[in-house]
């Protein structure tokens, strides 16, 4: 029977979610490995596992729990190990290792902001600050709506204008809410959202961060800043400078729909 | 960890806040070399919509059409953002959404999200005739 696993903690983490409902049709219970100082939280492997809506946040709920109470080390969705001896192998040969990040987090939650822009705000942005765009969008309107030619030729002009105020205000975004954390990773590019920030942020702090992304909102209000958390700390299990995350589940080309 | 104000996370949360929150609990996160990761066939429909092209035709013609209905004289929005923008916009036809300017696809994953969930079985994503999976649909032919 393989074991999927969401998270490794402290053997002292004073509330662990054994018997809660985790990954699966019906919901494996949860069950706690324990190896020396460290504990894994983990469950019995339903077969056939997919990334579904439900089984993702299963095991983002599963985290949540642990983290309320405690700091985890969140797994990336999906980890399965052959056995239990298999994760309690692994607990017991990189304790040092997983001791070292758990100390280091303790205490601190992730939270991620996304934003966007609201789309007439940043044209108007875009329009009041370059005459040649206005020149040719007010020719436009005199022609009646311009000849679709025309109207590539704006919208190309536009979306360029676009992608450079995406630049800068996320630029303007991730430096305006950088000293109210401990540290900062950032998150894959993406058509979706012009910022994709995680902060690290200690929990007594966290009113100050709060803080922070609400006066980001007072002070660009042509964004919509998206704010998550708190979360465990998915985005600074590892030391260092964080990766780019994209591209683990890229590749595969199936058409679905 | 559910007790701040204003956030959009925790399972109960908006559709957008929840893709948000997924894209790091698959993307980030713990990896272990001695355990494998299950397959993720079936979320690419997550990453294809994420990687929509921008700068497709349809997006020139889009901001061609809204620059010349834009009021440059009224300013930009007192407020924009806040929900009452959402009803004002959406009266002025489908494609004009309070959404950021280049954030078509995150609405897509969401809506492909709803699917799975009103779906409910592994297939829901297949063979569906609804409207909004028409676009989804237009937008992988766009980029390929």
């Excluded at chain 1, 205490?107 to 009041?128: D, I, P, Q, S, T």
């Excluded at chain 1, 000849?147 to 975004?173: C, N, W």
Aim: net charge negative.
């Amino acid at each position: 029977m393989s074991t999927y696993v969401y998270g490794i903690t402290a053997a002292s983490h004073p509330s662990l979610p054994e018997g809660m409902g985790g990954v699966g049709d019906p919901p494996r219970p949860v069950r706690i490995l324990r190896e020396g100082e460290l504990a894994a939280v983990v469950s019995d492997a339903p077969e056939g596992l997919r990334p579904k809506r439900r089984e993702l946040l299963a095991h983002q709920n599963v985290l949540s729990e642990i983290g309320a109470a405690g700091c985890v080390l969140p797994m990336r969705f999906g980890s399965v190990a052959p056995d239990d001896d298999a994760v309690t192998g692994v607990l017991a040969e990189r304790a040092e290792h997983y001791g070292e990040r758990l100390r280091a987090l303790d205490g601190r939650v992730e939270y991620n902001v996304k934003a966007n822009h609201v789309e007439e705000a940043v044209l108007h942005h875009v329009m009041a600050g370059n005459p040649e765009i206005r020149a040719l969008a007010e020719a436009n309107r005199q022609a009646g709506g311009g000849s679709y030619d025309d109207k590539i030729r704006l919208g190309e002009m536009v979306a360029a204008a676009v992608k450079d105020r995406e630049a800068e205000d996320g630029a303007v975004l991730e430096r305006a809410l950088a000293p109210a954390a401990d540290a900062v990773s950032v998150g894959p590019e993406s058509t979706g959202w012009l910022a994709n920030v995680s902060y690290l942020v200690k929990r007594e702090t966290a009113e100050d961060f709060l803080a922070a992304v609400e006066q980001v909102r007072k002070d660009m209000p042509h964004l919509e800043v998206r704010l998550n958390g708190p979360l465990p700390p998915y985005s600074f299990v590892e030391p260092g400078p964080a990766e780019p995350a994209g591209a683990a589940t890229g590749g595969a080309d199936t058409e679905v729909g | 960890m559910t007790v701040v104000p204003a956030q959009q996370t925790g399972g109960g949360g908006g559709s957008s806040g929840l893709y948000d929150v997924l894209e790091l609990v698959l993307d980030r996160g713990l990896v272990i070399d001695a355990f494998v990761r299950v397959s993720l066939v079936g979320i690419e429909i997550l990453k294809i919509d994420v990687r929509v092209v921008v700068a497709s035709v349809d997006t020139y013609l889009r901001f061609a059409e809204a620059c010349n209905r834009l009021d440059l004289e009224a300013g930009p929005r007192k407020s924009p953002g806040l929900p009452e923008i959402v009803g004002e916009v959406t009266e002025s036809g489908a494609r004009g959404k309070s959404k950021g300017a280049l954030s078509g696809a995150a609405e897509t994953i969401s809506d492909a999200f709803k699917q799975a969930r009103e779906g409910g079985s592994e297939s829901e994503t297949e063979s569906r005739p609804r409207a909004r999976k028409s676009t989804s649909a237009r937008r992988k032919e766009e980029q390929e």
